[in-house]
């Protein structure tokens, strides 16, 4: 499962439609969060810190807050293109049948693990408000991004799904490919 493998041809519908969305919304809203980091920490550290010697408050806030973006966004489209790091020693001396059925139950532990993720982070958004997690200067509250991260963990739940599915269906499969003309 470990080894290079071919794009399959046949991939469904339904996955190149979450694949076209997943890349079109991590281009957008990441290269906009990171443009955003980027030119706020040039402006905040170059420009008010050393020659106005006046720190913008809080940027410290927002910058942690985009990492937060950037990480939710990360996530399902990481685990779509097979960039989690997957742990191989014994696979070479199992059997193709015992590697397929291992990968199928790690998959399904993840996901019930991932979909107790989402449930507890939706849970702590909605307690965020009422116990005051915010930000430390600006307070700006943690609600929404508890949610984004929701968001992330349930997709990349959905994603684990769709990858046992194929490897029921046709026996691996078939990871997202950014940057070969693929999409």
């Known amino acids: 499962m470990a080894e290079e493998i071919e794009p399959i041809q046949h991939i469904p519908t339904f996955i190149k439609l979450l694949d076209r969305i997943l890349t079109g919304i991590a281009i957008l809203f990441g290269g906009v969060t990171l443009a955003f980091m980027t030119l706020f920490s040039v402006w905040n550290v170059l420009v008010m810190?050393?020659?106005?010697?006046?720190p913008i408050i809080g940027a410290e806030d927002l910058l942690i807050l985009s990492l937060v973006v950037i990480i939710a966004l990360s996530v399902p489209l990481?685990?779509?293109?097979?960039?989690?790091?997957?742990?191989?020693?014994l696979e070479s001396r199992m059997s193709t049948a015992f590697a397929k059925w291992s990968l199928i139950f790690v998959k399904i532990i993840g996901?019930?693990?991932?979909?107790?993720?989402?449930?507890?982070l939706w849970h702590a958004g909605k307690a965020a408000v009422r116990?005051?997690?915010?930000?430390?200067?600006?307070?700006?509250s943690f609600e929404p991004f508890y949610y984004l991260l929701t968001g992330s963990m349930a997709i990349y739940a959905i994603v684990l799904w769709l990858d046992i599915w194929q490897l029921l269906r046709v026996g691996k499969v078939a990871h997202l490919r950014i940057g070969d003309g693929s999409l």
């Open 131 to 140: 116990f005051g997690e915010t930000t430390q200067q600006l307070l700006i």
């Open 78 to 89: 990481g685990a779509r293109t097979g960039a989690h790091i997957e742990i191989e020693i």
């Open 111 to 120: 996901s019930a693990v991932l979909c107790l993720m989402a449930w507890r």
């Open 49 to 54: 810190r050393k020659a106005l010697n006046s």
